[in-house]
């Protein structure tokens, strides 16, 4: 199965060996307050035990007879940076409670899937996985099974109670009441917890990394999304916009710079609207004390904070909405060698009248005017894009408007996809599906044609050019070769020769493809 990628991660991916289709990936206090800290893994009071290093399950043995002596359990996770992210924090819970993560499913005692709503296909891949997983149960007494993320917070009722597939339904901020749920499934009573918090953002746990290479990390600074894009189910499914406490985000990331890592990627619905004021939603800040409004931390000062505090590593961030990127952000990328110059920034259409419809707060030449701002302070930052084809209503002329935008931007990469309804949005709600399959395939097709060329226009800039690479791990390309990323999010390959991974390696780009660089080492480099 092909997944519709670019560059660095793929959506999807298939499995030849096993016939699986596989997602790739990929400060304790509070400042306003004297309240004494909880223990951060108890849910109503009740606290856990054990904790212990894990890695990724990815394979399903043939053989489903089981003699399991210990707890364990195994995890598959879908969609996006965030839910990986997630199931690190399930993976420190399970721990403390006595669970050891398992590679191989016929030791676990429960079986997880963290899992996306965001598009169609996705839940459909999901839906695959239960029933299979509900077969091999059948041969077993003693499997749980439980549905974390977005669809359990939207198929709660039906998994559990109609279909019967899963044994626990835990939404994304009920990952705390896991074990309370598990002895509710034990017991056979109803075991499920969606309910959305205006508090919760994790910040008290250590996650366990999973299928890390000691190279990258991901750390969470954001909860939920408060832009209700008409076409999105994050808002439904995590809830409101809430910040967590920049002390726990400097803690975790110096915690993985003493561990050796090199990357930290900051993870959000929407990173720019970061706004820490001591705690709560982020729509409740214009009730908060002048005391805590002055004092407040917005993302372009946490960015500063992380960076400076942490000058031998890289620093990325994910995702911006143009809406929320303020120029102090931009400034804060260019004053500091360590942040890279890459953005993510989704625009979704090229149209006005799709993007009002989309319910995106900015417009066409907003965004240019982002663009040009970011090209202005960063020459060489480059950026990526999703991008949706056929919305409804759209017509040739708003496709055409989508094309020009792109040929002026020129992206990197982007993640592009046709329109795919999403029950209980509002544009699932208010309009009508009009555009056929037929077009909105014919429009994908063209806007995935003209960024292959924009991809090949960006690399072919770096022939000739030194690089700084971080090595991550063994080039697809041959045994001999390290696989890395330069500062703007571009994979490069080169000779291993006496490198290792974790170095930071200048490399001389000899040619390239449209998603690859490829060159020689000339030496280890003194910045990152």
Not at 104 to 121: D, F, G, H, M, W
Not at 358 to 363: C, Y
Not at 434 to 450: G, H
Request: glycine letters at 6%; one cysteine or more; hydrophobic letters at 35%.
């Amino acid at each position: 199965m092909k997944g519709l990628y670019c560059k660095n991660y793929f959506l999807f991916k298939h499995d030849k060996k096993t016939g699986l289709i596989i997602f790739a990936p990929y400060f304790n206090y509070n400042l306003m307050s004297n309240t004494p800290v909880k223990d951060p893994y108890s849910f109503n009071g009740d606290p856990l035990s054990k904790k212990q290093q894990a890695s990724s399950a990815s394979i399903l043995p043939e053989d489903l007879v089981r003699k399991r002596k210990s707890r364990h359990f195994y995890i598959e996770s879908y969609g996006c940076q965030m839910n990986f992210y997630d199931s690190e924090i399930v993976a420190a819970i399970l721990n403390k409670e006595g669970y050891q993560l398992t590679e191989n499913l016929e030791e676990a005692n429960l079986v997880l899937v963290n899992t996306c709503s965001i598009r169609e296909k996705a839940e459909q891949t999901v839906r695959k996985r239960l029933e299979f997983f509900n077969g091999i149960k059948k041969k077993t007494n003693d499997l749980k099974i439980g549905v974390l993320g977005c669809m359990a917070e939207r198929l709660k009722h039906k998994f559990l109670e109609e279909e019967k597939m899963v044994d626990l339904v835990v939404g994304p901020d009920a990952y705390k009441d896991i074990p309370n749920l598990l002895r509710e499934a034990d017991a056979e009573r109803e075991a499920v917890n969606v309910i959305l918090s205006k508090e919760e953002t994790y910040g008290d746990i250590a996650p366990v990394r999973l299928a890390s290479n000691g190279v990258s990390a991901f750390v969470t600074i954001t909860r939920g999304c408060d832009n209700m894009c008409t076409f999105c189910v994050v808002p439904f499914t995590r809830g409101r916009e809430r910040s967590r406490d920049p002390k726990s985000i400097l803690e975790e990331v110096a915690d993985l710079a003493e561990k050796g890592y090199k990357e930290v990627t900051l993870l959000g619905q929407n990173v720019d609207s970061y706004l820490w004021y001591g705690g709560g939603l982020k729509k409740d800040f214009i009730k908060a004390s002048s005391l805590q409004q002055k004092t407040a931390v917005n993302f372009a000062n946490l960015l500063d904070f992380v960076a400076h505090s942490q000058p031998k590593i890289r620093i990325r961030f994910s995702t911006s909405n143009p809406q929320d990127m303020s120029l102090d952000v931009i400034y804060t990328m260019a004053r500091h060698e360590n942040i890279c110059n890459f953005i993510h920034l989704p625009v979704q259409s090229g149209s006005n009248a799709i993007l009002k419809k989309m319910n995106r707060q900015h417009t066409r030449e907003e965004y240019f005017q982002l663009i040009d701002n970011i090209w202005k302070i960063i020459p060489d930052c480059a950026i990526s894009h999703d991008m949706i084809a056929g919305f409804p209503t759209e017509t040739e002329q708003d496709h055409r408007e989508t094309l020009s935008l792109m040929k002026y931007v020129k992206y990197d990469y982007g993640f592009m996809f046709a329109y795919s309804e999403r029950p209980g949005t509002p544009a699932a709600k208010k309009i009508e599906d009009d555009v056929p399959m037929s077009v909105k395939k014919r429009r994908l097709q063209e806007i995935i044609d003209l960024q292959r060329e924009h991809s090949a226009f960006r690399t072919e800039q770096f022939i000739g050019k030194t690089v700084c690479v971080l090595v991550e791990k063994n080039s697809k390309r041959s045994p001999e070769f390290w696989s890395g990323r330069i500062s703007q999010n571009t994979v490069a390959v080169f000779p291993k020769e006496k490198y290792k991974v974790g170095d930071f390696v200048n490399v001389k780009i000899e040619k390239v493809t449209s998603a690859t660089l490829i060159g020689k080492g000339l030496g280890l480099s003194n910045t990152v």
